[in-house]
């Protein structure tokens, strides 16, 4: 049976609770359907020493503020969870939990959501589901020959699981330093760190209130025409978060180039030195997790739907909301992906009237 909605929110975490924020002051008749099985999105799976950059008052999504964390300045994932399962219900956002999207096609003047439990007639779609189902992961020569262990930041728990190991971490990003720290820092691992490039560490006193007010200044000025600032990237890669800074500080964050080739039992590098690993983590990035908008056609370089604003730009009655900064600036935040929730809403809630 064909259910109808106004508006169909694909997906449950921060950037669809944002959505649903704002479609309920737009007082729009909407639902929102989410693949997990209970509320907090992504950062149910998060590593268990994982905290934010920012304080919990910069942390917030629109309409009500985090709340801080007992002694903790910089919150962990597990009170994300708990601030976005109460936002959820706070608000009384209707979310259909453990509600897989498999497509969203053309449907007429309408839009047909598929899902596992039915299908959404709709009259408008805004896609929230991030990145964090798409793992990224390079094409190394020997990858499927190694004998070891691989796993993703996704799989990642603690050190625990790696005691008496020897384990390689792979990747110049955040995730790739706060993760090699969280092994180095625990004594009980051996670990290598490789990066494609030496690592650029953010100026210690840089948090995440600084790289939201830098990503929206640098957006600003592109769209007035002015130079593009770098933004973000300019400043550096790596947020130094105090495990980060620690490690790094104590001669733990030694990078080594990233290696050329898989052994059986480890890798090689481009000298010909070798090194044994019982396991890699992959820190390597992420893509977009658009397969259920693949019926709609849209997609152009770098696998990114070409969008004014949010809205898709050969279809009006899609939304896409929180990928990055190509769906607004620090969209994939908690306290940017408010402003460009907020537009999305109010463009759907033209949609609808005309």
Known sequence: ?????????????????????????????FV?????????GAWQHMWDSLHLFSPAEHSSLPGRLMPA????????????VEY?????????????????????????????????????????????????????????PGRRAFTGRQLHTVNYRSPA???????????????????????ALDGRVDVTWATQR????????????????VATARRRALDAGRSDTGGVAALGDIVAVPPVRAARDAGLLDAKPMFTRFTTTGVQWA??????AEAIIWCTGFRPALAHLAPLGLRGPRGHIPTAGTRAVAEPRLHLLGYGDWTGPASATLIGVGRTARDAARDIAQLLRS
């Open 32 to 40: 929102i359907l989410d693949a997990e099985a209970a509320p907090g």
């Open 271 to 276: 000298d010909g030195g070798r090194a044994e």
């Open 198 to 213: 030496p690592p650029r560490f953010l100026a210690d006193t840089i948090d995440g209130r600084v790289l939201f007010d």
């Open 69 to 80: 964390q007992a002694g903790e300045t910089y919150p962990d994932a597990g009170h994300v």
């Open 84 to 140: 976005l399962t109460d936002y959820e219900k706070r608000y009384a956002l209707p979310a259909l939990h453990g509600t897989r999207v498999e497509a969203v096609r053309r449907d007429g003047d309408r839009l047909l959501v598929e899902a596992d439990s039915g299908a959404w007639r709709t009259k408008a779609v805004i896609s929230t589901t991030g990145t964090w189902s798409r793992p990224f992961l390079p094409a190394v």
């Open 1 to 29: 049976m064909t259910q109808h909605a106004d508006v169909v929110v694909v997906g449950g975490g921060q950037a669809g609770l944002a959505a649903g924020y704002h479609l309920r002051r737009q007082k729009a008749d």
């Open 161 to 183: 699981d790696f005691t008496g190991q020897n384990v390689i971490v792979v990747g110049g990003g955040n995730s790739g330093a706060q993760i090699a720290a969280d092994l």
